[in-house]
């Protein structure tokens, strides 16, 4: 079975530009969460989805927004693109459960010049 | 405030040398505590989830144990390609996600 896929693997971007990335879930997983992971920091929470509604969000601006899809895959869109913004954006996927495990697609390398 | 401390930032092991990382934590309840081996580039690969003090589980040369306070994990006669970041995250409960510590780098020398 396919893991957690995310798409595009790398991109670069200019100062105040848009950035959508994509995932698509480990199949049978509904729950989708984003995280970004700064070099040399553990993944910070961005975002969480269930059912395609958003069920957690962390303490990012709101030049961040998410949606789900009916099929559970995911977008993740940044606006206005700091440099700051130059992260690994990672997904993950569970089956919604007290302590289901959370697994991580590869991420997404964002670099904003 | 849910809070993660992982020590050593990084550390140095001869080929064969076991050792033991550490995962401090705070949360006001527990779902459960997670490893995670990364890859330099790479996404987090997931190893072990423990959900209640007392508890330990092993796969290979890992082994993860749980108190109510911290974690470890210990490894047993590393190998080279044991070398990477392990990540302790936390799942507390009421929340829907993970809190991550900021990593233990772990090199092998051959």
């Known amino acids: 079975d396919a893991g957690v896929t995310q798409s595009p693997t790398h991109l670069i971007k200019t100062r105040g530009q848009h950035v959508t990335l994509r995932c698509s879930p480990i199949?049978?997983?509904?729950?989708v969460s984003w995280y970004q992971q700064v070099l040399g920091q553990g993944p910070q929470f961005i975002f969480q989805?269930?059912?395609?509604?958003?069920?957690g969000r962390g303490n990012f601006p709101d030049r961040f927004s998410a949606r789900q899809f009916p099929n559970y895959s995911s977008e993740l869109n940044v606006n206005a693109l700091l440099l700051g913004d130059s992260a690994l954006y990672l997904c993950?996927?569970?089956?919604?459960?007290?302590?289901?495990?959370?697994?991580f697609g590869e991420g997404s390398w964002l670099t904003v010049v | 405030e849910d809070q993660v401390t992982q020590s050593p930032e990084a550390l140095r092991l001869q080929e064969g040398e076991s050792s033991s990382l550490n995962c401090s934590y705070t949360?006001?309840?527990?779902?459960?505590l997670f490893w995670y081996r990364q890859d330099p580039g790479k996404g987090p690969e997931f190893l072990f989830t423990?959900?209640?003090a007392g508890e330990e589980k092993e796969k290979e040369r890992l082994k993860a144990t749980l108190t109510k306070k911290e974690s470890f994990l210990h490894i047993t006669a590393p190998k080279p390609e044991d070398s990477a970041t392990y990540l302790c995250?936390?799942?507390?409960?009421?929340?829907?996600?993970?809190?991550f510590g900021t990593g233990t780098r772990l090199t092998v020398i051959p």
């Open positions: 995250a936390v799942h507390p409960t009421g929340a829907n996600n993970l809190f």
């Open positions: 993950a996927s569970s089956f919604p459960g007290a302590g289901n495990t959370i697994y």
């Open positions: 423990l959900y209640s």
């Open positions: 199949s049978g997983h509904k729950s």
């Open positions: 949360v006001s309840g527990l779902r459960g």
């Open positions: 989805y269930y059912e395609k509604e958003e069920r």
